[in-house]
């Protein structure tokens, strides 16, 4: 039975810690978890002492709990040990304060209605006896984390067969524990938190805001004049793509009439709004990336919203919503919105994160974060047509804070959509189900 847990946990935890990351364990029981990941250490806040059941982990693998940060984690890792812990705020507590800004907290801890099994498989040897242990509610972890300066990013329910069955344990533990209903009575919840910083910086970082533009040369003129000043150094960086309206000679144009702006220009050597938005953020040079569709649908003026919302912490990804204010009459058709709405709901439960809205075309992500998510971008291959699906999955994938501003849609006054309703949509359906596969039922 453990073996065959501690493998399925394993490949839960895989999801967040690739085999690049830094990963350290705390207080852990068994060398079955962390200790067989690539970049695995171990760390006790007691060192235990000669003889005793954790003395046979690998010296090699142990570091000093005060050396954690030094070791520069991407995650922190808590197996189980909520539940035999006698102030489990204490242990948060000494947790934060070794805990880098941009490290994640992995948790890992059963549900109370499995009390009554755990009792009869410690009874007859399947699971180790131990002292009476706590059995906590989602929301008593929830406030024992914010208490000590954590905040909860996302939660997830796993395992509804513990034990190997062939054909049967693993097709359940798949395909069945993640659906709705079912996933309630899980034995496993897996729990990821950040640690929510002090105060927001004390400098102002600058923006690179990249415009994707297609047949849009009557807006480019427009787009520099309405971008309003946000850092002190933003630069607006074009990426024109196989246009036939004159649009790379009118962003030209505009350059050269505008040299008080730091405007920055390309021409796509492949194709869809996902390429250009891969190029720009390339040749991006500041701090906060953003995506600025040339369309102008989401209007130039509310892009402070998305940086007052990235700079103050409030958010490590933050993303666009057109479905909360009532939106201009052509702004987006019949079919299109149901569809918007179909795959918000669709991917909130494949990320295990809210979404209102994924397909607005403005998004924002920090350069720090962004280079991370471009580094592993492998886990999920380079094939949004979008741009995106590749930002939405990389900061589910990575754990990153979701924040979704709400805009006021608009209608476009120039050109025609880029968007085909039936051949995108299926595309975006297969990227739903193969996200699916990634993520959800692994």
Not at 124 to 150: C, I, M, Q
Not at 367 to 392: A, C, E, T, V
Request: glycine share 6%.
């Amino acid at each position: 039975m453990r073996r065959y847990f501690y493998t399925l946990l394993r490949r839960y935890l895989s999801l967040f810690v690739l085999d690049q990351n830094v990963v350290v364990e705390i207080d852990p029981t068994t060398n079955a978890i962390v200790g067989q990941m690539p970049n695995g250490r171990i760390a006790f806040r007691n060192p235990p002492g000669a003889g005793s059941p954790t003395s046979s982990f690998p010296v090699e693998n142990i570091i000093e709990f005060s050396q954690i940060r030094d070791a520069e984690p991407e995650y922190l890792v808590i197996t189980g040990l909520i539940h035999y812990e006698r102030d489990i705020q204490s242990l948060f507590r000494s947790v934060r304060e070794v805990c880098p800004p941009d490290c994640r907290l992995l948790l890992t801890y059963y549900s109370s209605l499995w009390k009554p099994l755990a009792t009869l498989a410690s009874r007859f040897g399947y699971r180790t006896k131990a002292p009476e242990p706590n059995w906590l509610a989602h929301e008593d972890v929830s406030n024992l984390l914010t208490l000590e300066g954590f905040e909860l990013i996302r939660l997830d329910q796993k395992v509804l067969i513990p034990l190997y069955v062939p054909l049967i344990s693993n097709f359940v533990n798949r395909y069945l524990a993640p659906l709705p209903i079912l996933r309630n009575f899980c034995l496993l919840n897996i729990a990821l938190a950040r640690p929510v910083l002090d105060v927001a910086p004390s400098i102002t970082p600058s923006v690179s805001i990249v415009v994707p533009a297609r047949n849009e040369a009557l807006n480019i003129e427009s787009i520099v004049t309405r971008i309003p000043p946000m850092g002190p150094e933003d630069e607006i960086i074009f990426i024109e793509g196989n246009s036939t309206d004159g649009t790379w000679e009118a962003i030209k144009a505009t350059q050269a009439r505008h040299p008080e702006r730091r405007i920055l220009i390309g021409q796509q050597e492949g194709k869809g709004k996902g390429d250009a938005v891969r190029k720009g953020f390339a040749m991006a040079t500041r701090d906060i990336l953003m995506i600025l569709d040339a369309d102008m649908t989401v209007p130039p003026e509310d892009l402070p919203k998305f940086f007052d919302a990235i700079r103050s912490g409030k958010g490590e990804f933050i993303n666009g919503t057109r479905l909360v204010y009532p939106m201009e009459k052509k702004a987006m058709r019949f079919f299109n919105l149901l569809g918007n709405k179909f795959f918000a709901v669709a991917f909130s439960f494949v990320l295990s994160q809210r979404y209102k809205d994924t397909l607005c075309g403005t998004k924002v992500i920090s350069r720090s974060n962004y280079m991370k998510l471009s580094f592993n971008r492998s886990f999920f291959g380079d094939f949004d047509p979008f741009g995106d699906f590749d930002l939405i999955f990389g900061a589910a994938r990575m754990g990153l804070k979701i924040i979704e501003v709400p805009i006021i849609y608009r209608e476009r006054q120039y050109g025609e959509t880029n968007i085909s309703r039936w051949r995108h949509g299926t595309i975006l359906l297969a990227m739903l189900i193969f996200a699916a596969r990634k993520i959800k039922f692994r």
